[in-house]
Nanobody
Framework: QVQLVESGGGLVQAGDSVRLSCEVS????????MGWLREAPGREREFVAM????????YYEEFAKGRFTISRDDAKNAVFLQMSDLKPEDSAAYYC????????????????WGKGTLVIVSS
């Protein structure tokens, strides 16, 4: 049984930092990517960042560049999202996902979802 277990998040103040974690069990990640999406009320779901497991290449959405860092722990099949200088507009449910890739390493689809962890940033 595949499981994505997320942790971290919570209520923080603007300017604070938060680290989200996600451990995957029950499947391999070779030829896939792990990443984070977020969804806030009244806004469309957004891509945040992803980590191509084989190559180690990382991608970030524009709003995440310079403030968020995605990293991994191979031994634990885990991915982390370190978020700094948080803003109220970063408030959202953050979902850990496993993504399939095309032959040229572009995201193809989401194969697995975590249950989400809530981050609320107060001003």
């Amino acid at each position: 049984q595949v499981q994505l277990v997320e942790s971290g998040g919570g209520l923080v103040q603007a300017g604070d930092s938060v680290r989200l974690s996600c451990e995957v069990s029950g499947r391999t990640l070779e030829n896939h990517a792990m990443g984070w999406l977020r969804e806030a009320p009244g806004r469309e779901r957004e891509f945040v960042a992803m980590f191509l497991w084989r190559s180690g290449i990382r991608y970030y959405e524009e709003f995440a560049k310079g403030r968020f860092t995605i990293s991994r722990d191979d031994a634990k099949n885990a991915v982390f999202l370190q978020m700094s200088d948080l803003k109220p507009e970063d408030s959202a449910a953050y979902y850990c996902v496993v993504m399939s890739l095309t032959d040229d390493n572009r995201p193809h689809g989401i194969e697995e979802w975590g249950k989400g962890t809530l981050v609320i940033v107060s001003s």
